[in-house]
């Protein structure tokens, strides 16, 4: 079993981007991780939002397998406090068949087809961050929830 996080664009803002590969090298020592980024789409000013969002939904379909479980991050998704977080995914790690692949959108968001073929969503907050700033802020939580099930001193609570 292995975590993905999948990204619509790359996370090109030098500060956020120091702090995705400060997470990144930090989960690899809990479990098997890769960031993949889905190239951002070319010459959109001229395509509506519905448009851009499912050219990027269909990039973002071909970049899953059949197996793998795929959890959306989206602000109509669940929220958690870190630790009812940790305590969700270390139940699906258990589980243990599937890859699970944690999907962070464009600036629009996903269309329907990516909406149909999620096994989940997943909210970080009411409040509404940059699709960029979300991936490292992702990163930290996904970090924080293997220290916690992993009993280690990072989180306090």
Excluded: C
Excluded at 24 to 29: A, E, G
Excluded at 68 to 85: A, I, M, P, Y
Excluded at 87 to 112: N, T
Excluded at 126 to 148: D, W
């Amino acid at each position: 079993m292995k975590i993905t996080l999948l990204t619509v664009g790359k996370t090109d803002v030098k500060w956020v981007r120091d702090g995705l590969e400060l997470y990144v090298s930090r989960l690899v020592h809990y479990v098997p991780f890769q960031l993949r980024e889905i190239p951002e789409l070319k010459n959109v000013s001229a395509l509506g939002r519905e448009q851009v969002k499912a050219r990027e939904g269909e990039l973002v379909l071909k970049a899953l397998k059949p197996s793998d479980e795929v959890v959306l991050l989206d602000e109509g998704g669940r929220e958690f406090r870190s630790l009812e977080f940790a305590s969700w995914l270390e139940e699906r790690i258990s589980r243990g068949s599937r890859d699970i692949v944690f999907v962070v959108g464009g600036a629009y968001g996903f269309s329907p087809e990516v909406y149909s073929r999620a096994d989940s969503k997943l909210s970080l907050s009411k409040m509404t961050f940059s699709h960029q700033m979300v991936r490292t802020i992702f990163a930290e939580q996904l970090y924080r929830a293997f220290t916690i099930m992993k009993g280690e001193p990072y989180h306090h609570e």
